[in-house]
């Protein structure tokens, strides 16, 4: 309606920018909520979106919104390729903060996969198009996502699978000690990063610890769509032999939260 009643045509195409960028955002907090087909219904109002306004970014985010869904269902491959189709999408030169978070997304895919030196080069993609980015400038939505805490939990996980503990451990300690009282999306998905790091280079009292955090954060923004990572947490501290008490409490908690936002435990 917005739309038929404005006849300029650069407004008409800012509206439908704004439109689809709200859309990928409700996008965004279905996944979270567990609402996959409310989610799909409106990725294809994004793609429809960037189709009309010709709008590059807009494609981009189309593509990673899928990405996303193929993620949290474990198809790592198929999020990988959309990923890199949402890359192709989007010149660096539009839009860097897009590029650079797309990159930190490649380098999580890929770590997922365990190609570990690809993980680490698309780090450094990212990080050099985040130094580009202005980010009063960039997309509104570009300064919600990306953050020194994300660049440093993914760097943690790329490390404590690529041998380097020490670096590993100290990446995660930062990101667990600056984020152990906050409670948005991002810092839930930055401290589950930083837990799963820890875990992985043996500090299981530590990645409970950071786990914990990870899971109030959960809760408080209902971000399940961290769940997935959360369980891979929890089945490198159950493995464990003889875990202490910090571990059964994570593990009890994750039960818990998983109850609390509707997921199957």
């Known amino acids: 309606m917005l739309l038929d009643a404005v006849g300029d045509e650069q407004q008409r195409r800012e509206l439908t920018i704004t439109g689809g960028e709200s859309s990928y955002l409700a996008t ?48 790592h491959h198929r999020a990988l390729e959309l990923i890199e189709q949402a890359r192709t999408a989007c010149p660096p030169s539009v839009s860097p903060g897009t590029v650079a978070y797309l990159w930190l997304r490649t380098a999580e895919e890929q770590a997922c996969l365990g190609h570990l030196s ?83 280079i ?18 408080a923004a209902e971000a399940c769509g961290c769940l997935p990572r959360a369980q891979e947490v929890a089945v490198l501290l159950a493995g464990q032999d003889g875990r202490g008490a910090k571990v059964t409490v994570f593990l009890r908690d994750l039960d818990r939260t998983k109850k609390q936002l509707g997921m199957p435990l």
């Open 28 to 75: 965004c907090c279905d996944v979270d909520l567990g609402n996959l087909a409310g989610a799909l219904d409106l990725l294809d109002t994004v793609a429809a979106a960037a189709r009309t306004a010709a709008d590059p970014v807009l494609a981009a985010m189309a593509a990673d919104g899928q990405s996303h869904y193929q993620a949290f269902q474990g198809h």
């Open 118 to 200: 690809k993980a680490a080069r698309a780090w450094e993609e990212s990080e050099e198009q985040y130094e580009c980015t202005d980010l009063e400038s960039d997309r509104n939505w570009v300064r919600l996502w990306l953050s020194r805490d994300c660049f440093e939990s993914v760097r943690a996980v790329i490390y404590s699978t690529t041998g380097q503990q020490k670096k590993g451990a100290e990446n995660a300690e930062r990101v667990a000690t600056r984020l152990a009282r906050r409670d948005g999306k991002t810092d839930a998905i930055a401290l589950v990063n930083a837990a799963l790091a820890q875990a992985r």
């Open 202 to 219: 043996g500090l299981f009292n530590a990645a409970a610890a950071t786990g914990l955090c990870a899971l109030r954060a959960m809760r």
